[in-house]
């Protein structure tokens, strides 16, 4: 009897069910008023630029705001403590604060897995396409309005060059999903918090008036503690020591 691709994709663990949104800031203390933010308002704001378009944009001072975007990652939710780290070559840094929603319900919102395009030296034959889309509407003027408008933020480069003039643009392993525009919170989602605040971000949820329904965990934790805290295990029952 033939197999459900769904039973062989829920059994893939390197495919996450979840897509992940962190937030950021200068400090720890920006990073979690940003999420309250978040929460209060039910709302993640796209105030950065993103994709293809933006550098080309800038270049001949057009503005980018078409280009906004928020992101996320399908990295698994056991492995997001990994996106914590201080990363050599991201600019970026991202704190243990931010929420999940499964990618069914972003894709029904209009998240889409973002395209990398390989910038590697004699791998042009994608880059150049869409480089020459995005310059021949930007020439006549019609960038504003066309199709390569709302695809451009969906397309991000990926390479490395060691020669005179390197680079090294090595991202694609975050597996970014992004939304053009602002993102409304889903009737459920995950709130990620580090353990000790989860009872003040819990607060904030409940006082949202018509806000989501949410569970809460630490994104520094392990997937067997995740399991148990999302089967409403408390610390004291799955205290190992």
Request: with cysteine; hydrophobic share 45%.
């Amino acid at each position: 009897m033939p197999v459900e691709i769904r039973d062989i994709v829920a059994r893939r663990t390197d495919l996450g069910t979840f897509l992940v949104h962190l937030t950021r800031g200068d400090a720890l203390d920006a990073a979690r008023t940003n999420l309250e933010a978040i929460l209060a308002s039910q709302r993640l704001d796209a105030r950065t630029p993103f994709g293809a378009a933006v550098g080309r944009l800038n270049a001949v001072s057009l503005p980018t705001d078409s280009q906004r975007c928020v992101c996320f990652t399908e990295t698994p939710l056991e492995h997001t403590h990994l996106l914590l780290a201080e990363i050599a070559g991201r600019v970026i840094s991202l704190a243990p604060y931010g929420i999940a929603i499964t990618k069914k319900v972003g894709r029904s919102i209009g998240v889409n897995p973002v395209w990398y395009l390989d910038i590697t030296p004699g791998h042009d034959w994608l880059t150049q396409p869409v480089n020459t889309l995005i310059d021949t509407a930007i020439a006549a003027g019609q960038f504003t309005g066309s199709a390569i408008e709302k695809i451009a933020p969906f397309i991000e480069q990926m390479g490395t060059h060691r020669g005179e003039g390197g680079y090294r643009k090595e991202f694609w392993w975050e597996r970014e999903w992004r939304m053009r525009g602002d993102f409304r919170l889903p009737g459920r989602i995950i709130v990620l918090c580090p353990e000790e605040e989860i009872p003040r971000f819990a607060g904030i949820v409940d006082a949202a008036r018509n806000g989501p329904q949410a569970s809460f965990l630490d994104p520094r934790w392990g997937l067997e503690l995740i399991i148990a805290r999302l089967a409403k295990f408390s610390a004291e029952q799955t205290d190992l020591l």
